[in-house]
T-cell receptor, first 111, second 116 residues
């Protein structure tokens, strides 16, 4: 059974810091991995999608890496801003079409 | 273009009542998914529709839950005889291409269901 774990569960950093969010999964037979952002009371916003054949994806200050063989992904946020404060969710796409989610990392960036 | 929309955004219902939640996927998307987000459980898969294929209902928690997708577009999730443990945010997502390996799922804003 696929399980997705995110560490840490919560993170508080001062503005301007670079930070790394971690995601691990138990079954390497995935199609892709997505990182999402969720603001309180809102839906999910897709940040980055990495296909299983890819190693990383970049969008602005965000960089996501994928090491499928070791079952790990990281989301790197450069020069964090207060507007980055949100919950970040990692999800792997199972071969059945289902997304399996981690519990999320709640990030607070202090001005 | 328009994203995934869901209605209502909030629903408060009494225990034992039936509720219907609606999802309008992005136009042209062939796949539609329902997920549930509840405190302590995180985000969990409920059901998946792909084109004209039989839906994958493996995530539905009980037979009180059902969903249909009419005309390959709009979907309705129905919960019968609601219980307090059904209180959660119900999220709908859709994706464009049939092949699971390349499809990015786009999420709606969710319906917050509260069962009193």
């Amino acid at each position: 059974k696929q399980e997705v774990t995110q560490i840490p569960a919560a993170l508080s950093v001062p503005e301007g810091e670079n930070l790394v969010l971690n995601c691990s999964f138990t079954d390497s037979a995935i199609y892709n991995l997505q990182w999402f952002r969720q603001d309180p009371g809102k839906g999910l916003t897709s940040l980055l999608l990495i296909q299983s054949s890819q190693r990383e994806q970049t969008s602005g200050r965000l960089n996501a890496s994928l090491d499928k063989s070791s079952g790990r992904s990281t989301l790197y946020i450069a020069a964090s801003q207060p507007g980055d404060s949100a919950t970040y969710l990692c999800a792997v796409l199972h071969n059945t079409g289902k997304l399996i989610f981690g519990q999320g990392t709640t990030l607070q960036v202090k001005p | 273009g328009a994203g995934v929309s869901q209605s209502p955004s909030n629903k408060v219902t009494e225990k034992g009542k039936d509720v219907e939640l609606r999802c309008d996927p992005i136009s042209g998307h062939t796949a539609l998914y329902w997920y549930r987000q509840s405190l302590g459980q995180g985000l969990e898969f409920l059901i998946y529709f792909q084109g004209n294929s039989a839906p994958d209902k493996s995530g539905l928690p009980s037979d009180r839950f059902s969903a249909e997708r009419t005309g390959g577009s709009v979907s309705t999730l129905t919960i019968q005889r609601t219980q307090q443990e059904d209180s959660a945010v119900y999220l709908c997502a859709s994706s464009l291409v049939p092949e699971a390996g390349t499809s990015e799922q786009y999420f709606g804003p969710g319906t917050r269901l509260t069962v009193t």
